[in-house]
Nanobody
Framework: QVQVEESGGGSVQPGGSLRLACAASGNIVRVYAMAWYRQAPGKQRELVARHTNNDDTTYAPSVEGRFTLSRDKAGNTAFLQMNSLKPEDTAVYYC???????????????WGQGTQVTVSS
């Protein structure tokens, strides 16, 4: 019904940059919010950044000032620009598409499959 495709993960040295992309497609009337979460080995999944249709963007304190979340005009694609990366940013990053309204009038939430980000020298 809805597909969530992530791209842009990879390996980078400390201080480097990566840009993640998340595209939602399918039976979509509109999307309320898009977010990125991450999960490091042995740790719980945590919110990295979230953007709503009210143009409200929230960042985790650990990434504030280094990461920037943006969305395209249609609101179905999100980008996470990650600068000044640190080893502690290493994790699997998941896109979360929140309150996807369908033509049926119903809504659902969707997760992407995850993309690995590794920061290491």
């Amino acid at each position: 019904q809805v597909q969530v495709e992530e791209s842009g993960g990879g390996s980078v040295q400390p201080g480097g940059s990566l840009r993640l992309a998340c595209a939602a497609s399918g039976n979509i009337v509109r999307v309320y919010a898009m977010a990125w979460y991450r999960q490091a080995p042995g740790k719980q999944r945590e919110l990295v950044a979230r953007h709503t249709n009210n143009d409200d963007t929230t960042y985790a304190p650990s990434v504030e000032g280094r990461f920037t979340l943006s969305r395209d005009k249609a609101g179905n694609t999100a980008f996470l620009q990650m600068n000044s990366l640190k080893p502690e940013d290493t994790a699997v990053y998941y896109c979360y598409v929140e309150r996807v309204f369908h033509t049926s009038g119903k809504w659902d939430d969707y997760w992407g499959q995850g993309t690995q980000v590794t920061v290491s020298s």
